[in-house]
């Protein structure tokens, strides 16, 4: 697990927030660590939400904010149903962030 310069609860929420953001915009832009790190927590959601069955969905509120389980339960994981995974995509971007230099990525739902 990368650490982006936080201690644990710090970056916890960081990572929530950001899957939270994914989520409901179903895409962002962000660097490309940060997108490494919270591609594989989206997707076990998104796989989570296809059983699509009442323990699952109680499974997501426990995790994300109840807009963005509701969205991903209703909205985004039956369009993945016929899918066996790989439901986000990282595309690198060139631009890279001005105050340090770091390499930005936009990651999205296919």
Do not use: C, H, W
């Not at 699952?56 to 985004?76: G, H, M, N, T, V």
């Amino acid at each position: 697990m990368r650490k982006f310069g936080k201690i644990k609860g710090r970056r916890k929420s960081f990572l929530k927030i950001l899957r939270n953001n994914l989520i409901m915009e179903e895409r962002i832009e962000t660097t490309e660590a940060r997108a490494k790190e919270v591609r594989p927590q989206v997707e076990k959601l998104v796989t989570l939400a296809k059983k699509q069955n009442l323990a699952s969905f109680r499974i997501l509120l426990s995790r994300l904010p109840k807009q963005s389980a509701e969205k991903l339960y209703y909205e985004i994981a039956p369009r993945y149903q016929e899918r066996r995974g790989g439901y986000l995509r990282i595309l690198k971007t060139v631009v890279r962030r001005k105050r340090d230099a770091a390499k930005k990525a936009v990651i999205e739902f296919v």
